[in-house]
């Protein structure tokens, strides 16, 4: 991505759905460089619980077979953004989950610029979305395969759930690939909760909000499978869910 | 007191009737069977008592100990001793057996305003109850009914209704699906869980092979959204030989 001096407006890609006039409070954006050398590994994890507005914008190089985990809880801002740039080298492994927990009128957005620079390097990206209110919830993730970086596995999958009508997701998986011998896969679904399982849940005894709790709990639990703070972040999802239920 | 009163029950799927003024009273400690041809609304029956969504009653009353169980929602059902054993029971990925089921029994014993279950307690009750349907603790801590067998989900069906400890069980095909050795343990799990002078049972079910293992008080024949016949368990036996169609047409006539 580059460098946007002025303010964005919607025509922009990158910012089709943000919520400008928030934006416009946090701007501009400072990028934080990440670098992993060779053969290295780092893990980072977002948690964004306040109600403030907050944008972010990480640029991370991962050198040979380097390794990088993130993982981004983005539960409480009035605006938030967190927009991350990976490059990857030969060899390298990048793991991104990410879940968006809103309601209210809350606008959330995770946009990621992917680009495989080197042989044999894969990423992963996780993303699940709950949406309560009129709140929105946005994906835009960009996978490049540059020529010569064959051998690139590139997944993403995309989930959202709407817990009510009048919430919005977006979800825009984007490949550009200059390159053979290449596996992208990408899925995108947006959907509700299965009212079958959710009868199920009630027949037992549990109330409409401990049921819808706990299926959206096992939904995004996927985003945080494996993190090394993986119990912090499931606790403080699950405190999360149960004030936008 | 009666453990359950339908009266004149009439009930809509899809903005058509299903249940055309069905009447049944269950008393504490009976077991009652209802069998009744594909189509005839057996499974209309248990939704419509369990509260599911779209499931619309247009007419009849049903009251459950004391209490109007239509004005109810499912969980309050659940709360108030009912429990309702699916035909098809739901997987749920990511959610294990174990978290559902502790909170849902504390869910119960919440709207009881009794003491929550403590981890420790729970697990004891737990693997006794699994014990009983010869099910390994193990498959409880997997994701619900995900991965399991026909058979399997059926005895974790079963194993619930222990945690949870009904006073009324309606059990809806529980014997579909399963083979002859699980069917027996099924059976006996019904037996040892529900057979009690203050617990009653009602048996959705095609097939007489289920009342083998599970003796009924009393079998009624569904038929076009009614009961038609009812007695002893010789009329399942007389249902298997004949047909439905000779026995509801002999009523009718």
Known sequence: MSEVAALPTRKHEDFRYSDIDALAGVWPIAREEIVVADGGEESLQIVEDGAEAVARHLVISLGKGAKFDLRVLSAGPVYGRIAVDVRLAEGADFTLGAAQLATGSETLEVVTEVTHAGLNATSHQIVRSALAGHSVGTYLGRIAVERGADGTDAEQSVRAMLLDRTATANARPELEIYADDVKAAHGCAVGELDANGLFYLMSRGLTPPEAKRLMLQAFIAEAFTGAPGEAELSEAAIARLEQIL | ?253
């Open chain 2, 1 to 253: 007191m009666t453990m359950l009163k339908i009266d004149n029950l009439q009930a809509n799927v899809a903005e058509k009737p299903i249940l055309k003024g069905l009447s049944l009273t269950i008393n504490p400690g009976e077991i009652h069977a209802i069998m009744g041809p594909n189509g005839a609304g057996k499974s209309t029956l248990g939704y419509t008592l369990g509260g599911r969504p779209g499931y619309e009653v247009t007419g009849g009353s049903v009251d459950f100990l004391g209490q109007d169980l239509l004005e109810l929602e499912p969980h309050e059902r659940a709360a108030a001793g009912l429990f309702l054993g699916f035909q098809y029971p739901v997987e749920i990925p990511g959610v294990s057996f174990v978290q559902f089921l502790r909170e849902a029994a504390n869910a119960q014993r919440k709207g009881r305003g009794e003491e929550a279950l403590s981890g420790g307690e729970f697990l004891k009750l737990a693997r006794e109850k699994a014990g009983l349907l010869r099910m390994d603790m193990d498959m409880l801590k997997r994701p619900v009914n995900v991965g399991f067998s026909g058979g399997e989900k059926k005895r974790a069906e079963m194993v619930q209704m222990g945690i949870l400890d009904p006073k009324l069980a309606i059990l809806d095909e529980t014997d579909s699906g399963l083979d002859i050795d699980a069917l027996r343990i099924c059976g006996e799990g019904i037996n040892a869980i529900m057979r009690a002078p203050d617990k009653a049972v009602l048996l959705i079910t095609h097939y007489q092979r289920l009342l083998d293992y599970v003796k009924p008080d009393f079998v009624h024949v569904l038929a076009a959204g009614r009961i038609v016949k009812t007695g002893g368990p010789e009329l399942a036996l007389r249902l298997e030989e004949e047909g439905y169609e000779a026995v509801v047409q002999e009523t009718a006539a």
